[in-house]
């Protein structure tokens, strides 16, 4: 797939030579890599399979696509629907569908208690109806993603109706220079304390104009696919 969200680079597009506290960014795209890989092998034939956004998505679709299985997959953006028909994925509108078997997307930020901050490529609303809808949910990711705690920002997808409104209401948050969601919502980031995420998730929930937050709890979450070197960490959710 050529992009992972609105204004970020493809899975190609990061220099080898960059390090990331240590690790070669081509390590850390290996690692996206093999979690990717070992999550598409968990899908079984005839499954709805929800499909992520991103840079480690962009593994799955042709490790899922080379798997030749019968499958009915939603996609959570534009850019992931048209990498996953391009690769041959049955990919549908996710309007007729009520449940899905197994989900499978990237993260930004994991911590040990297993709260994911999602959205860095602003599609965190349609990656959590997917996921929610979804009987497994599974997160995959390089290592460079496990934090010992979660740290701002985090991504909200806004209603563009009384916006400055809501902006101020949510300071300190910033609207990312962004073209909107594909549902019309403007894209922000939350950079306040991320110190208590059940009390921060429920805060942005009910704070009005507020479509979703990128903060997916524990509860929603399977299985955490985490790839460490050629290793491959299975951390179990609910
Ligand atoms: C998009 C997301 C992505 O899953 C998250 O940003 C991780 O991206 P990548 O796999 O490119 O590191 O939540 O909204």
């Known amino acids: 797939m050529s992009s992972g969200g609105p204004g970020r680079p493809g899975p190609?597009?990061?220099a080898n030579v960059d390090r990331v506290d240590g690790v070669s960014s081509q390590a850390i795209e290996n690692e996206k890599r093999i979690a990717a890989e070992a999550a598409a092998e968990l899908v079984i034939d005839g499954s709805r399979v929800g499909l992520g956004t991103g840079s480690t998505v962009g593994y799955l679709l042709p490790a899922l696509a080379r798997r030749g299985l019968d499958l009915t997959c939603v996609a959570t953006s534009v850019a992931t629907e048209i990498a996953g028909r391009e690769l041959g994925l049955n990919v549908v509108a996710f309007d007729q569908l009520d449940r899905l078997d197994i989900a499978i997307d990237g993260a930004d930020q994991i911590d040990g208690a297993g709260w994911v901050i999602k959205g860095g490529g602003g599609a965190h609303t349609r990656e959590k109806i997917v996921a929610a809808a979804a009987d497994r949910f599974v997160v995959i990711s390089s290592s460079d993603k496990v934090v010992d705690a979660l740290s701002a920002p985090v991504p909200l997808e806004l209603l563009t109706y009384g916006l400055a409104a809501t902006l101020r209401a949510l300071a300190p948050c910033e609207l990312r220079d962004v073209p909107p969601?594909?549902?019309?919502?403007?894209?922000?980031?939350?950079?306040?304390s991320v110190e208590d995420p059940e009390r921060l998730a429920a805060w942005l929930a009910g704070t009005p104009g507020v479509v979703d937050h990128g903060l997916f709890p524990p509860s929603l979450i399977s299985e955490v696919i985490v790839a460490r070197g050629s290793d491959v960490q299975r951390i179990r959710g609910h």
């Open 181 to 192: 969601s594909p549902d019309a919502g403007a894209i922000a980031d939350y950079h306040g």
């Open 12 to 14: 190609h597009a990061v």
